[in-house]
């Protein structure tokens, strides 16, 4: 079965520095790789995914992701962190199923806390 | 906001009861995927819905059930209600059933089993 781990419950960082959320794959096969965010009370809004391509992939809200083939991770990345990107993280993985369709296996999340 | 909506926000059921969430999905949409979300948990997968017919189901028993609809809306059935059933209940859209589309989620439905 595919899977991934979110190392980290949470990750502190000042306001306008850079900040990596982690996230490590296990899957069989080519990973499709996702990351989603969630506000409070929210539902999941996607940030961006990985299929296949350049190793650096950039979505929403100047937020970028390294696929790492070699050390099997997918971080997610930002220059420069916004109090507002205070939120729950989640990395998530594709896996087709045996009837065609496909679901989404999702991490534990890591609470991020951007500070003034 | 992603165009995908559910209802209701929110409700209270009682053990052993029956509810049923819906869910319309995003223009242009024919796949609807259901989530459960424990309490400080991520996401765990219900079932998926292409065309009005299920093509993939997590671990989940039985008395969790759907339907899909000829304009792919979507309904969520839960019946004999337990405590540990108590979650936020999210629903998913995409444009089809491929694994490269990226699932758009509604702001979800939070029940709570008394």
């Known amino acids: 079965a595919q899977s991934v781990a979110q190392p980290e419950d949470q990750v502190n960082v000042a306001e306008g520095n850079p900040l990596t959320v982690k996230c490590t794959y296990s899957v069989s096969g080519n990973p499709y790789l996702f990351w989603y965010v969630q506000y409070p009370n929210r539902g999941l809004q996607f940030l961006l995914k990985y299929i296949t391509g350049d190793n650096l992939v950039k979505g929403s809200y100047g937020f970028e992701a390294e696929f790492n083939k070699s050390q099997t991770s997918f971080h997610l990345k930002k220059p420069s962190a916004l109090v507002s990107d205070s939120a729950l993280y989640f990395c998530a993985v594709r896996e087709i199923l045996t009837g065609g369709g496909n679901k989404l296996t999702f991490g534990t999340g890591t609470q991020l806390k951007v500070e003034l | 906001e992603t165009g995908v909506t559910q209802s209701p926000t929110h409700l209270i059921k009682t053990r052993g009861q029956q509810v049923t969430l819906r869910c319309s999905s995003q223009?242009?949409?024919?796949?609807v995927s259901w989530y459960q979300q424990a309490l400080g948990q991520g996401p765990q997968f219900i079932f998926q819905y292409y065309r009005e017919e299920e093509n993939g189901r997590g671990n989940f028993p039985p008395r969790f059930s759907g339907l899909q609809f000829p304009n792919y809306s979507s309904e969520l059935n839960v019946n004999a209600l337990e405590l540990d059933d108590s979650a936020l209940y999210l629903c998913?859209?995409?444009?089809?059933?491929?694994?490269?589309?990226?699932?758009?989620f509604g702001p979800g439905t939070r029940l709570t089993v008394t």
């Open positions: 998913a859209s995409s444009r089809g059933q491929g694994a490269t589309y990226e699932q758009y």
């Open positions: 223009s242009g949409h024919n796949t």
